[in-house]
């Protein structure tokens, strides 16, 4: 059981240059998210989904795409890369407990763009 | 809009000292409380929640809803407590906010 996994784990892009974030789980949850974590800051939530075909926007979804064709992936996709979207990303899961919801996290990839 | 505020960016503790890693929230409606720990290259994983009233590795949190606070305490600091520390609180189970975090160091 290998949880949540993120690839790649560390990424350099030029501005303009797009990539797909990879996240897949294989714990059969229906809730997926995509943090970004910048320097000294809390997580931030770009976008997530409550279930195969559903998405939807977190606190900061400018400049980022995601989709889910299945339970497992949820990928995160960067059309235009620009500096500020330099950061660690880490996705999640998590699975209904009654009426908490503990989440499962990847290893983080990070990201630079130059 | 939705708020988390950990104060203390850096904390240092000596072991066997009692530890208090604060959070304070601005939210509408009742949240769910959660403190979330990342221990040195390891993943951010789940401390307690506050609906499950437990205590985990001897750490306990209660929740003050007049001061909309949910610190986090334990009463003798270890070594392997050393970590970064986030309150995440929640109001529908969809979205979580993070606070910015605290790191704890635990002095031998």
């Known amino acids: 059981n290998a949880g949540v996994t993120q690839t790649p784990k560390f990424r350099i892009l030029k501005i303009g240059q797009s990539m797909t974030l990879q996240c897949t789980q294989d714990?059969?949850?229906?809730?997926m998210y995509w943090y970004r974590q910048d320097p000294g800051m809390g997580l931030k939530l770009i976008y997530y989904?409550?279930?195969?075909?559903?998405?939807d926007k977190g606190e900061v979804p400018n400049g980022y795409n995601v989709s889910r064709s299945t339970t497992e992936d949820f990928p995160l996709r960067l059309e235009l890369a620009a500096p500020s979207q330099t950061s660690v990303y880490f996705c999640?899961?998590?699975?209904?407990?009654?009426?908490?919801?503990?989440?499962?996290f990847g290893p983080g990839t990070r990201l630079t763009v130059t | 809009a939705q708020r988390v505020t950990q104060p203390e960016k850096l904390l240092s503790v000596f072991k066997g000292a009692p530890v208090e890693l604060k959070c304070n929230y601005s939210?509408?409606?009742?949240?769910?409380l959660f403190w979330y720990v990342q221990y040195s290259r390891q993943r951010l994983q789940l401390l307690l929640r506050?609906?499950s009233r437990e205590s985990i590795k001897g750490f306990t949190a209660d929740l003050n809803k007049g001061e909309t606070s949910f610190h986090l305490k334990k009463p003798f600091a270890q070594e392997e407590d050393s970590a970064m520390y986030y309150c995440?609180?929640?109001?529908?189970?969809?979205?979580?906010?993070f606070g910015t975090g605290t790191s704890l160091t635990v002095i031998p």
């Open positions: 714990m059969n949850h229906n809730y």
């Open positions: 939210y509408s409606g009742s949240p769910e």
């Open positions: 506050h609906i």
């Open positions: 989904s409550v279930g195969a075909g559903i998405t």
């Open positions: 999640a899961s998590s699975y209904r407990q009654g009426l908490s919801y503990e989440q499962y």
């Open positions: 995440a609180p929640t109001n529908t189970g969809n979205q979580f906010y």
